[in-house]
């Protein structure tokens, strides 16, 4: 009985070890976001086009500079493109106030490809200056 217990034990601890969790690569789903989103990324996107001082280079990501000027819109962009961009992670420093920076670092796990063509539009300005970094 005990040995029939113990091989029902194994059966179900094999059946339930499926193996690592595959990584879900970075992607967009623009179905998550709503009209209001949508109208909002259409103001933000050319500002933060003018606006961007700096793109740098991350191992797993790109750090994009903005002026402190620009606070508001960092965050409601970062606030729309972490919804529909997944699994990435986002990371806003604000240096001190009053002329301070605003760093936006975007990351993920093999996703860096990703990264830097979806938001291309965003530093094209500091790529044709040739202030990439």
């Known amino acids: 009985m005990k040995l029939v217990a113990s091989l029902l034990c194994l059966a179900l601890s094999a059946l339930a070890d499926t193996g690592p969790a595959e990584e879900v690569r970075a992607h967009c789903n623009l179905a998550v976001l709503t009209q209001a989103d949508r109208e909002r990324a259409h103001q933000v996107y ?3 086009r003018d606006a961007i001082q700096e793109r740098k280079e991350l191992a797993d990501g790109y750090a994009y500079r903005f ?3 620009a606070l508001k819109e960092v965050g409601d962009w970062v606030a729309i493109e972490a919804k529909c ?3 990435l992670s986002y990371e ?3 240096g001190p ?3 301070g920076v605003v760093w ?5 796990h093999e996703a860096k490809e990703f ?3 979806e938001f291309a539009r965003i530093s094209e300005k500091v790529a044709t200056r040739g202030n990439v970094k």
Do not use: E, H, K, N
């Open 97 to 99: 106030l009053p002329g």
């Open 67 to 69: 002026p402190a000027t």
């Open 104 to 108: 936006v670092r975007i990351t993920g």
């Open 115 to 117: 990264i830097d063509a």
């Open 85 to 87: 961009c997944q699994p």
């Open 46 to 48: 050319p500002l933060l």
């Open 92 to 94: 806003i420093s604000v």
